[in-house]
């Protein structure tokens, strides 16, 4: 088991380094547009629609590996003083009836919005530029697919811990 929560971990670990360096394309564009457009006076069509892509992006892609680094929100009034068998009991019950069943969903929901989205070649009419919008959604697949994995870590996280009343090693380290 911890094989394979090692294993997981590290999926959105690597991820969110990767992920982290779209911050490095959606500074540049920024940048690059501020000069443009106030030392130069030659705004661009482009750069707006550029550094939200990139910002949805680095946004959803990194949920992975937030979960895997306790930042999402938790509300710890109770659970901080429960047991760690308790908590992986509690943690586990909500996993398994509201977590996976919604991301599950969505999974599936943002497969198909993405495969139509590819099939059409869509384009964002809202904006001159008319960037193509399927890369955007395969992101968001993407992101919800590594959600999922990482959500399977922390089932066996918690699994563990109800079996041994410890959470594994790794937990401290994250």
């Known amino acids: 088991m911890l094989a394979a929560i090692r294993f997981l971990d590290s999926i959105s670990f690597w991820s969110g380094r990767i ?3 779209l911050i490095v394309p959606m500074v540049l564009s920024l940048v690059y ?34 979960l895997l680094r306790k930042g999402h929100i ?3 009034t109770f659970y901080a003083n429960w047991s760690p068998r308790t908590q ?18 969505f999974l599936v929901v943002s ?19 008319m960037p193509i919008l399927w890369p955007l959604k395969l992101a968001l ?12 870590s922390e089932l066996l996280k918690s699994i ?5 009343g410890a959470w594994p090693e790794e937990e401290r380290k994250a």
């Open 19 to 21: 992920v982290g360096w």
């Open 33 to 66: 547009e501020v000069v443009a457009r106030y030392f130069f006076n030659a705004p661009t069509i482009w750069a707006y629609d550029m550094t939200s892509f990139l910002y949805g992006a680095f946004f959803m892609l990194g949920a992975a590996y937030t």
């Open 74 to 76: 938790r509300t710890d």
């Open 88 to 105: 992986g009991w509690v943690d586990a019950v909500c996993y398994v009836l509201f977590f996976f069943p919604g991301m599950i969903a």
């Open 111 to 129: 497969w198909d919005y993405f495969t139509v989205s590819f099939g059409r070649n869509e384009r964002a009419v809202s904006s001159p530029w």
């Open 141 to 152: 697949t993407v992101a919800i697919a590594l959600l999922v994995l990482q959500g399977f």
């Open 160 to 164: 563990w811990a109800v079996r041994t």
